[in-house]
Structure formats: C-alpha cells, structure tokens
C-alpha cells in the first residue's frame, strides 16, 4: 500500500466532509455543555441576590434541587447522545484512512452518507483547518504510519485533558475562595449561608470536581496505552503479516473509539489555544520515529 496513502486520503473531499460533519456535532454537544453550565453558574449568584434584596432564597433551594436531577439525567444523556454521534462519525474517518475493519459490534452502523453531508453543510467553520489532520506520517510501511496517527490520538488527548484537568481544579479551588469570602464580608449566618449559597452551589461544585476528576483518570489511562505504542513496537510492524497488524491497530482503534464517546469533551477555546502547539509537537515525533532504518 502507498506510504503516502493516510496522508493523500484524508484532505480527499469525502474525507473532509467527515472531518467537517464530526466538528459541527462536537460543537452542537459543546452548546449542550455551555447552557448547562451557565445555568449551574447563575443559581448562586441569583440565590446570593435574592437572599440580600428579596429574601426568597426557598425559590433558589427549590429549581436548583430540580436542575441538579434533570441535568445529571436527560440533559446530559441527550449530550452524551450527540458526543457519541460524533465519535462514530469520527471513527468512519479513521476506518478509512487506516484500512482497518469497521467493528459493528462496539460501535454499530456506520454513519449514513445522507447525514454526513447534511451535517458538514451545517459546519460554519473553515474546512481548510481540517486538512492534513494527521501530520508527519513519512514511514515507509502504511501500518506504522496508522499506529503513528493512533499514537497522535493518544498523545493529543492526554495532554489536553491534563491541562483542562488543572483548570478546572483552580476553578474549583477558586470557586471554593469566593463562597468563603462572600460568606465572611457579608457575614452570613450557618443557616443563611447553608440555604442561599452552599445548597445552589452544589451543582456547579459537583460538575467542576466531577469533570476534574473524569480527565485526570482519562489522562492517566492514555498515558498507560500510550507506553504501549513506543518507537520499537512501531518498528516490529513490518516483520509479521499484515493481517496481525491490522487486528492490533484496530484493538488500539476500540480503545481510542470508547475513549472518544466520554462525555467530558474539551471546550473549543481550550482545544483552539493548544492545537498549534501540539501540531507541531506531533509533526516532529511522528518524523523522527519514521527516520529508521
């Protein structure tokens, strides 16, 4: 197979249409995740305002008890839906660059070409930053340049969700600070801090030290699989045949499938700040571990 097969397909029209029908579904997931958590935000500072001017902090106790269930029910499950679409539409991509088999049994249909086109002539943003997705893929053997754009998955997730861990832990700790602060200067009692601020807080306290969490155990189980793709397994990959090959890049490719549908996607502002960066990163690596004999 052409080395250059991963790098010509995948700025191929049909490719870009995926790539682009994959971002317009992580974006509409990503509105999801806002709404929700700018609702979770503004209860206690609505319940902080109304305590001081209208002393109805009942009202804020109440919907914010209610929002805690709908959102860690069917407001997130109908986000977690969007994000696995994405995923499978993602995973269509890598199937076709990779040459590996399609496992209907983990991930079910493929994507109907009616809805990939339909939802990449949604995409608002520039399809030109969708080529050359994977970079620095200059093996001679095509298998090693897939395991070389799986180990870039890896890479790229891991170190993503390892910055975004930290912030949202320094949000939390921040959050933490202002609710002790405000409770000090406005000189709140136990019960008056408990119901106006404590109770409303609660769901943005959960959310923040949930989704910490989440990406810390993400980013540690990456960096384990990602030990496992080093510069001398990608070399063994042309001695065995290529049909023993193909069934561990796609044992890779179910991990990193299964890891994609996680409902603790990245925000585009993060994802935006770091991609250049990390291009570069994984251009370099993935050239130098190619430059073998």
């Known amino acids: 197979m052409d080395r250059n097969y991963i790098s010509k ?22 509105v999801i995740r806002r709404i929700r958590l700018t609702i979770t935000i503004l209860f206690p500072i609505l319940s902080v305002l109304s305590t001081q001017f209208f002393s109805n902090e009942v009202f804020f106790i109440f919907f914010s008890s209610i929002w805690l269930i709908l959102n860690q029910t069917i407001v997130q499950k109908y986000e977690k839906n969007q994000i696995e679409h994405a995923a499978k539409i993602q995973e269509s991509l890598d199937v076709n660059l990779f040459n590996v088999e399609w496992n209907e049994i983990l991930i079910g249909d493929r994507p109907s070409h009616e809805d990939v086109l339909t939802l990449s002539k949604k995409f ?18 095509h298998f090693e340049n897939v395991l070389l754009a ?79 793709i080093t510069k001398e397994e990608i070399e063994k990959v042309s001695n065995p045949m290529e049909s023993t090959i193909a069934k561990n890049c796609r044992q890779y490719q179910d991990y990193i499938y299964q890891k994609r549908c996680d409902i603790n996607i990245i925000p585009n502002s993060v994802y935006w700040i770091k991609r250049n960066a990390y291009d570069r990163v994984a251009q370099s690596v993935n050239k130098k571990i190619s430059d073998y004999p």
């Not at 995948?10 to 971002?23: F, H, T, V, Y």
């Not at 608002?124 to 053997?141: A, P």
């Not at 609660?202 to 910490?212: D, I, Y």
């Open 9 to 30: 397909k995948q700025n191929l029209p049909e490719s870009i249409e995926l790539l682009a029908a994959m971002r317009q579904v992580y974006n509409q997931a990503k």
């Open 124 to 141: 608002k943003g520039d399809k030109e930053k969708l080529k050359d997705w994977y970079q620095g893929l200059e093996s001679k053997n």
């Open 150 to 228: 799986q180990r870039t998955n890896i890479v790229w997730d891991k170190k993503l969700r390892k910055f975004y861990s930290g912030l949202l832990m320094f949000g939390l700790i921040f959050f933490l600070i202002i609710i002790l602060s405000i409770s000090f200067f406005v000189d709140f009692s136990f019960r008056v801090f408990t119901i106006s601020l404590l109770v409303p807080s609660l769901p943005l306290l959960l959310h923040l030290f949930q989704v910490a969490t989440a990406h810390k155990q993400r980013y540690e189980s990456l960096a384990r699989i990602e030990s496992k």
